[in-house]
């Protein structure tokens, strides 16, 4: 085996470690906070509140809730705000990571756009945690439109960027068999 081609595994960087821990620390709390949501009005709990698109819809919601419940999913959006700082983070720290001996023009211009995705999608989740916490009482048919799109985008610059990080991983400096 030519020692030249082999790269020795890095450890993952006390950065990302920690990024990766309160990621995972904050979804967990995201989780469990938004088990009591779940209603039938709210079947996916402050995600079906998210994407109301209606100011009718999203009143049906909050009626669904107990007034306990309307609490506990305001804190659940302040909290992800939280969240929102600690995975973006994390992936941008990511795609840095993975793009890091990848250095083809093709995977640079991949990464800058992964990069840019990310940002949009959590830029597009404070807008929209922004326009649900301001849509409580009473549902606002604007505001209800603009979490929906604003998740929507979310959701579609995570995807995305998530398919370039996998896109970015794949590309090889090297062929995967040596020339003979």
Do not use: C
């Not at 990302?16 to 938004?34: D, G, P, R």
């Not at 709210?42 to 509140?49: K, L, N």
């Not at 994407?51 to 007034?67: D, E």
Request: proline share 6%; no cysteine.
């Amino acid at each position: 085996m030519d020692q030249t081609r082999h790269h020795p595994k890095r450890p993952l960087g006390l950065a990302l470690a920690v990024s990766l821990a309160l990621s995972a620390a904050l979804f967990i709390a995201l989780l469990v906070m938004n088990q009591p949501l779940k209603t039938t009005s709210a079947p996916q709990g402050i995600i079906s509140f998210q994407l109301a698109g209606t100011a009718q819809h999203a009143q049906a919601i909050l009626a669904s809730w107990q007034p306990e419940n309307v609490s506990l999913a305001r804190a659940s959006l302040w909290l992800d705000f939280a969240f929102i700082a600690a995975y973006l983070t994390l992936l941008l720290q990511l795609t840095r990571r993975l793009s890091r001996d990848r250095p083809g023009v093709r995977e640079r211009i991949i990464a800058k756009w992964v990069r840019m995705l990310f940002i949009v999608a959590g830029t597009s989740d404070v807008i929209e945690n922004i326009a649900l916490l301001n849509n409580f009482n009473p549902p606002d048919n604007s505001l209800s439109m603009a979490a929906s799109i604003f998740s929507l985008l979310k959701f579609t610059g995570l995807l995305l960027g998530l398919a370039g990080l996998i896109i970015i991983r794949a590309a090889r400096r090297q062929p995967l068999t040596p020339a003979s």
